[in-house]
């Protein structure tokens, strides 16, 4: 009875052993995996919204676990202080000015505090020190964003619809220029004309170009105008001329003004004739008087010629003016 008792006290302290051992064991685990064994540095952050994390899920540095949450409290009205509980060996590599922000870890795992940014050779973070946060949109909010994005796009697939069905029944400028041939027909000649008037301005410009390549030669008549001093006191002598000349002319515009204004005098002798019809009359029976005269004496001249007396006279003056040279 005796050895009984005893066998199962041994088999009792053997379980107790192995229990004692499997506790330890999985404390050790348990506290490695939480980094309880760890030296630490404590970081606090302030969040407006935490998005469901709680204490003991992971801190996050580059993609590697540098620590877990310690604890989560309100801080004032409506923000969370959240405290950190950071590996002391990745410390050095987290600046003071890094920024943290919740996250999740893969697509519907549990919420992470991922630690990026900093400034290079900033100082490392310490123990109670502090870390700024940044929020960023959560499932809600990102289901929100998509739900208004899904809606503005159907607004506008109603209206690539309505836009679509002016356009199919012609009405618009648009719709009118797809269905109405006559307008393609004025749009295809306007076209054409366009082309036409930019080839014309080509020739333009080329023509431009060729007349300023011409003005730019040393031969040419602009070049001689600005080098050659001679060329140049020859124009501004020919002006000079031209400059006297039209002052003669206006000189002799003004003689013949006057000689005009004289014409028109009746008081002057020449508007007289011109204008007083008597002496224009008494002058035309002088002129007929004269007339007669002249007509009168060249015959009594002819007469005379004829006469006995003087006809040998005539005749000596007639062989003297043949023998003039």
Known sequence: MNEINTTKRMA??????????????AVFTIGGQHKAFVKSVRVHILF?????????????????KVGTVKSINFYHNSQVAVTLSI??????HIAGDARARVSTDGLVGNKI?????GTDGARPIADNDSLQSVHLPGTQEMFATLQASNANLLEITGNLKTISRRLSEGRGTIGKLINDPAIA???KISIEHLRAAAANSERLIANLEEFSTRLKQPDGLASRLATDTTVFNRIKG?????????????????SLKQAGEGLNDKNAPVGILLHDEDAGADLQRTLKNVRISSKEL??????????????GFFRKKEKEEKKKP
């Open 48 to 64: 407006d919204d935490v998005q469901g994390l709680q204490p003991g899920n992971n801190v996050w540095l580059s993609g590697m």
């Open 185 to 187: 027909d004025h749009l």
């Open 12 to 25: 009792v302290g053997i379980f107790i052993t192995l229990g004692i051992l499997i506790l330890v064991a």
């Open 298 to 311: 060249s015959d009594d001249l002819e007469a005379l010629q004829h006469n006995f007396l003087l006809r």
């Open 238 to 254: 020919a002006a000079t001329r031209l400059n006297e000349a039209a002052n003669q002319a206006g000189e002799f515009t003004s």
């Open 87 to 92: 590996e002391k060996k990745a410390a050095p």
């Open 113 to 117: 505090v991922v630690i990026s940014g």
